[in-house]
Structures are given as structure tokens and as C-alpha cells.
């Protein structure tokens, strides 16, 4: 089982990233998939999930209207566009998968990737 996560980067305030995770070992769809990111010296937060065993899906509030997540089944890829960035956006994002329902635990996700840093400062 693994999660490949891509796509950070150095942006400005205002920009835009697209991270991507591709599953292998599993099928994502039959997992609540979520993107999770840890800010310098803070905890680690849930910042968006899809279930699609319940039809769900789940945004920080610091984040809704900014973020888009989606999933590619062909692909067993997973996405995160991130739009209007701001300097507090500023992370490591990781994608991660927990069994059938989205959980703001962290501590309840069963796979994670390895990481990506997003970094957004002019």
C-alpha cells in the first residue's frame, strides 16, 4: 500500500497550486480520502475529505471556496486545487486514507504519503 503525493511548491499569495496523490496496493474509492497539512510548529489538521462509500465531502472552514478536492477512479489518484492562496496555506500537505467514513482525527487515518510542502510568500 502506498500514497505518492506531488505538486507543492513556492507560490504567490493569490496563486495556485494542484496537488496529487496516486493510491497503490488499494482502491481509493473504498476509502475516505483526505489531504491533511502540518504548518511550522502546529498540529497536523484535516483540510479536506471525500468519502464516496457515504457521498461526502468535508473542508476546512479556512478553506471552503478556496479549495477543490477530487478523484480520478481510472487513475486511483486523488487532487487537491488550491486556489487564491494565502501565506497561512502554507504546509506540509500530505494525502492520507482512512476506512469508509472522513474523521477530522488524524490519529484514525490507516495510510499516509509522504508529503509535500506548499510554500506561499511574494
Known amino acids: 500500500v502506498q500514497l505518492q503525493a506531488s505538486g507543492g511548491g513556492l507560490v504567490q499569495p493569490g496563486g495556485s497550486l494542484r496537488l496529487s496523490c496516486e493510491a497503490s496496493?488499494?482502491?481509493?474509492?473504498?476509502?475516505?480520502m483526505s489531504w491533511i497539512r502540518q504548518a511550522p510548529g502546529k498540529e497536523r489538521e484535516v483540510v479536506s475529505c471525500i468519502s464516496y462509500s457515504d457521498n461526502t465531502e468535508y473542508y476546512t472552514d479556512s478553506v471552503k471556496g478556496r479549495f477543490t478536492m477530487s478523484g480520478d477512479n481510472a487513475k486511483n489518484t486523488v487532487y487537491l486545487q488550491m486556489d487564491s492562496l494565502k501565506p497561512e496555506d502554507t504546509a506540509v500537505y500530505y494525502c492520507?486514507?482512512?476506512?469508509?467514513?472522513?474523521?477530522?482525527?488524524?490519529?484514525?487515518?490507516?495510510?499516509w504519503g509522504q508529503g509535500t510542502e506548499v510554500t506561499v510568500s511574494s
Open positions: 496496493g488499494f482502491t481509493f474509492s473504498n476509502y475516505a
Open positions: 492520507a486514507a482512512t476506512a469508509v467514513f472522513c474523521t477530522l482525527s488524524v490519529s484514525d487515518y490507516d495510510y
